[in-house]
């Protein structure tokens, strides 16, 4: 079983910065991407941004030039670091990562919880 936190969340004001992590453990035997996606209330979940493997990262029109994404590959974990941020970011960030369990021939796809984030004065 592969499991995913995420943590970093919390109440920011308007222009501040918060760092979120994804944390994965189990039984890996590769992670080939994670990614941050977020969801506020009523709204669909969007990417944020993502990382793969390799280093290759994407992001989305609101989180470019404000957000970057980073990994550790050792750590089997990724990094959100979040600047310039503005009420419209107040949403739950989740993770999910594609990857190949020890003990599998597959590759599968794991989400985290959600860690909550809130952009407020």
């Known amino acids: 079983q592969v499991h995913v936190v995420e943590s970093g969340g919390g109440l920011v004001q308007p222009g501040g910065s918060l760092r979120l992590s994804c944390a994965a453990s189990?039984?890996?035997?590769?992670?080939?991407?994670m990614g941050w996606y977020r969801q506020a209330p009523g709204k669909q979940r969007d990417l944020v941004a993502s990382i793969t493997s390799t280093g290759s990262t994407d992001y989305s029109g609101s989180a470019k030039g404000r957000f970057t994404i980073s990994g550790d590959n050792a750590k089997n974990t990724s990094y959100l670091q979040m600047t310039t941020l503005k009420p419209e970011d107040t949403a739950v960030y989740y993770c999910?990562?594609?990857?190949?369990?020890?003990?599998?021939?597959?590759?599968?796809?794991?989400w985290g919880q959600g860690t909550q984030v809130t952009v407020a004065s």
């Open positions: 189990g039984r890996i035997f590769r992670i080939y991407f």
């Open positions: 999910k990562i594609f990857a190949r369990e020890i003990v599998s021939s597959k590759i599968d796809a794991y």
